[in-house]
């Protein structure tokens, strides 16, 4: 299984950025797909999941900012980012699972980094 993220990058605070996670190597369609981020010296945390069914959850950090999205033609999952501030800035990194990935996580993928400037 391969997932490889793509998208992050230098971001003005209040501006937007779309991450892409494409998934080659698995069945898309019978996973759940999320992301997780990781802020220097600060725990993994979960960000987002879209299901196989498309139902989606987010952290409260990141309610009404951010939109998670999977197109299954293209094995790809999407992660819009808006209104971005200091505290989002971390390495994004997309998982995808059987069950519900905050509960566990089959594949990871190799990060990208997000940087918001002030």
């Known amino acids: 299984v391969q997932l490889q993220a793509s998208g992050g990058g230098l971001v003005q605070a209040g501006g937007s950025l779309r991450l892409s996670c494409a998934a080659s190597g698995l069945t898309f369609t019978r996973y759940n797909m999320g992301w997780f981020r990781q802020a220097p010296g600060k725990e993994r945390e979960f960000v987002a999941q879209i299901t196989w069914k498309s139902s989606r959850v987010y952290a409260d950090s990141v309610e009404g900012r951010f939109s998670i999205f999977r197109d299954n033609a293209k094995n790809t999952v999407f992660l819009e980012m808006n209104s971005l501030g200091p505290d989002d800035a971390a390495v994004y990194y997309c998982?995808?699972?059987?069950?519900?990935?905050?509960?566990?996580?089959?594949?990871w993928g190799q990060g990208t980094l997000v940087t918001v400037s002030s």
């Open positions: 998982a995808a699972g059987r069950r519900d990935v905050r509960l566990g996580v089959t594949d």
